[in-house]
């Protein structure tokens, strides 16, 4: 059997996309009212990119559960403290956003995390 945690809690709001090179699956962070980047290096992260930018915009899932991409050391299985990599990523963090981590594929250096 397969174990499944996507869309789970799903939230899901439109905002603008401040840069260029924002992906679908990429973590993302407030830039400016009502508009998501991907921000600096340690920056909390509000969500994940679902869509891809169509007008300057983009469908961003701000709850529930979500695979993203991680950088460094794989988070561990509970409650993390998350941060944005910079680069559409997330990675462990003292004092990032709390989350907890489902699931993580250290192949494939992907984690299922609820925002």
């Keep these: 059997m397969d174990?499944?945690?996507e869309g789970v809690g799903q939230a899901v709001a439109t905002f603008q996309v401040d840069g260029e090179g924002v992906r679908p699956g990429m973590?993302?962070?407030l830039t400016?009212?009502?508009t998501?980047?991907?921000?600096?290096?340690?920056?909390a992260p509000c969500?994940?990119?679902?869509s891809g930018v169509r007008g300057g915009a983009a469908a961003v899932q701000?709850?529930?559960a979500v695979k993203v991409g991680c950088t460094g050391s794989a988070p561990e299985t509970g409650w993390q403290e998350l941060a944005c990599d910079g680069a559409g990523g997330v990675k462990c963090a003292a004092g990032g956003l709390k989350c907890l981590v489902?699931?993580?594929d250290e192949?494939?250096?992907?984690?299922?995390i609820k925002l």
Excluded: M, R
């Excluded at 192949?107 to 299922?112: L, S, Y």
């Design 47 to 50: 969500g994940v990119v679902l």
């Design 36 to 43: 998501v980047g991907l921000g600096s290096d340690g920056a």
């Design 102 to 104: 489902l699931a993580v």
């Design 32 to 34: 400016n009212s009502g």
């Design 107 to 112: 192949g494939e250096k992907t984690a299922v």
């Design 62 to 64: 701000i709850g529930g």
């Design 3 to 5: 174990i499944c945690f």
């Design 27 to 29: 973590a993302v962070t």
